[in-house]
């Protein structure tokens, strides 16, 4: 751990403390947890921060603004060689290889201003030299955003108020029937009639998967259902695999008390399923999926209500997280908020190969923007979709 001194506008000192190794995080968890508490979507656990440093064994910088012996910030850097994939929605045009620094989980915690970034920042430049310094999708006006796009100086910033991705959450109330009820007059005819129908047929059971010994057989019927989505046709990213890095995950869950994934069967037949992360009071949902065989009984649409239900009743979480982007027209409809987050990337103007990535990125997103224009961008996706199907077969 290095330490860099500096005195703050108000006058009273504070320390930039620099982490450089697993083995010294251990005290700042704490400060993790809390600062991570108060953001308005997921953030991982310092247990899962530390977990994917310690298995990714890449370079990273874990800055900490510490003012009169108060922890008030912390970002966590990543450096990778990378080969990443460029193109229009999910059209995959080319690679190119890059020196990536990441911002972990996309968020600057605690303290935000131009003072304490642009020290993090700094440092990192001072560390690293990188092709591309990639943010993730921020909150459109949150404080990172607002101290990112007003940074004059030795880098640019990409983004595109253009493609504004909507992150969408439910915030859950006290009870389910006032969440069902706040929904909209088409969703709760539909949606939630059709969950409640289905739930009276005693051939429809679902299990909540938070116990050791529930793991093994969830990611066997998992898997089998992941198989037959349409979605498994998109690659890794869309699938749900049975394999020992996920059985790995779930236990380390399991242990930690942060394990729920659901499962629902019809007529003993596993039908459908979703796994997410938990942290705090908030409830990620990262990846689902159900047998077209059972479509229509919705089943997909019934486990997530039920999961919904489950969350209010059962446990003390506060957020639903739908995640970043995607044109799921099920988000909207089961959403009661949402944030509006663009995808911003910085890099230096004076060189070649940082400024082409960054044009090039503002580029591919202004075809898109046209593509959107003339056919519609629901049209646009579904042709994507076919395309990347008809490619990986």
Same mark, same amino acid.
Request: aromatic share 14%; with cysteine.
């Given at each position: 751990m290095?330490? /860099?001194?500096?005195?703050?506008?108000?006058g009273?000192?504070?320390?930039?403390?620099?982490?450089?190794?697993?083995?010294?995080? $251990?005290?700042?968890?704490?400060?993790?947890?809390?600062?991570?508490?108060?953001?308005?979507?997921?953030? @991982?656990?310092?247990?899962?921060?530390?977990?994917? %440093?310690?298995?990714?064994?890449?370079? +990273?910088?874990?800055?900490?603004?510490?003012?009169?012996?108060?922890?008030?910030?912390?970002?966590?850097?990543?450096?990778?060689?990378?080969?990443?994939?460029?193109?229009?929605?999910?059209?995959? /045009?080319?690679?190119?290889?890059?020196?990536?620094?990441?911002?972990?989980?996309?968020?600057? !915690?605690?303290?935000?201003?131009?003072?304490?970034?642009?020290?993090? %920042?700094?440092?990192?430049?001072?560390?690293?030299?990188?092709?591309?310094?990639?943010?993730?999708?921020?909150?459109i006006?949150?404080?990172?955003?607002?101290?990112?796009?007003?940074?004059?100086?030795?880098?640019?910033v990409?983004?595109?108020?253009?493609?504004v991705?909507?992150?969408?959450?439910?915030? !859950?109330?006290? &009870?389910?029937?006032?969440?069902?009820?706040? %929904?909209?007059?088409?969703?709760?005819?539909?949606?939630?009639?059709?969950?409640?129908?289905?739930?009276?047929?005693?051939?429809? &059971?679902?299990?909540?998967?938070?116990?050791?010994?529930? #793991?093994?057989?969830?990611?066997?019927? $998992?898997?089998? #259902?992941?198989?037959?989505?349409?979605?498994?046709?998109?690659?890794?990213?869309?699938? +749900?695999?049975?394999?020992?890095?996920?059985?790995?995950?779930?236990?380390?869950?399991?242990k930690?008390?942060?394990?729920?994934?659901? #499962?629902?069967?019809?007529?003993?037949?596993?039908?459908?399923?979703?796994?997410?992360?938990?942290?705090?009071?908030?409830? /990620?949902?990262?990846?689902?999926?159900?047998?077209?065989?059972?479509?229509?009984?919705? @089943?997909?649409? $019934?486990?997530?209500?039920?999961?919904?239900?489950?969350?209010?009743?059962?446990?003390?979480?506060g957020?639903?997280? +739908?995640?970043?982007?995607?044109?799921?027209?099920?988000?909207?409809?089961?959403?009661?908020?949402? !944030?509006?987050?663009?995808?911003?990337?910085?890099?230096?103007?004076?060189?070649?190969?940082?400024?082409? %990535?960054?044009? !090039?990125?503002?580029?591919l997103?202004?075809?898109?923007?046209?593509?959107?224009?003339?056919?519609?961008?629901?049209?646009?996706?579904?042709?994507?979709?076919?395309?990347?199907?008809?490619?990986?077969?």
């Open positions: 290095e330490a /860099l001194r500096q005195v703050s506008r108000s009273s000192r504070m320390k930039i403390l620099t982490y450089k190794t697993t083995s010294d995080l $251990a005290t700042i968890g704490d400060a993790w947890d809390r600062l991570s508490e108060p953001e308005p979507r997921f953030v @991982p656990s310092f247990s899962e921060l530390r977990y994917e %440093l310690e298995i990714s064994k890449s370079d +990273f910088r874990i800055l900490v603004a510490v003012d009169n012996s108060q922890v008030v910030s912390i970002a966590c850097f990543v450096y990778r060689n990378v080969t990443k994939p460029y193109g229009i929605t999910e059209i995959k /045009l080319f690679r190119l290889s890059i020196k990536e620094v990441s911002l972990f989980g996309s968020c600057v !915690l605690g303290q935000v201003d131009e003072y304490i970034f642009g020290k993090f %920042l700094r440092l990192i430049i001072n560390d690293w030299s990188f092709d591309l310094l990639e943010l993730g999708y921020i909150i006006d949150s404080p990172l955003y607002n101290v990112v796009t007003k940074l004059r100086g030795g880098l640019i990409g983004k595109s108020r253009r493609n991705a909507i992150q969408w959450l439910i915030k !859950l109330p006290k &009870t389910f029937a006032d969440y069902t009820g706040s %929904l909209g007059s088409s969703t709760r005819r539909s949606a939630v009639r059709q969950f409640k129908k289905l739930e009276r047929q005693s051939a429809f &059971t679902v299990h909540v998967i938070h116990r050791l010994d529930q #793991i093994a057989k969830f990611l066997q019927d $998992a898997e089998k #259902i992941s198989r037959r989505t349409y979605q498994w046709n998109y690659g890794p990213g869309a699938r +749900f695999y049975n394999d020992a890095v996920t059985r790995e995950r779930l236990v380390r869950f399991a930690e008390k942060k394990l729920r994934c659901y #499962i629902a069967y019809f007529d003993g037949q596993p039908c459908a399923f979703a796994y997410g992360e938990w942290n705090h009071r908030t409830y /990620l949902y990262r990846i689902a999926g159900y047998d077209p065989k059972y479509v229509s009984k919705s @089943p997909g649409t $019934a486990l997530m209500l039920w999961m919904i239900r489950d969350l209010i009743d059962n446990t003390d979480c957020v639903f997280d +739908f995640d970043v982007g995607g044109y799921f027209e099920y988000k909207p409809r089961l959403g009661n908020t949402s !944030l509006n987050c663009v995808r911003l990337q910085m890099g230096y103007p004076y060189r070649p190969y940082s400024f082409f %990535l960054i044009t !090039l990125d503002q580029i997103n202004l075809a898109k923007n046209i593509l959107g224009l003339f056919i519609g961008q629901d049209r646009l996706m579904q042709r994507a979709k076919r395309l990347r199907r008809y490619g990986d077969s």
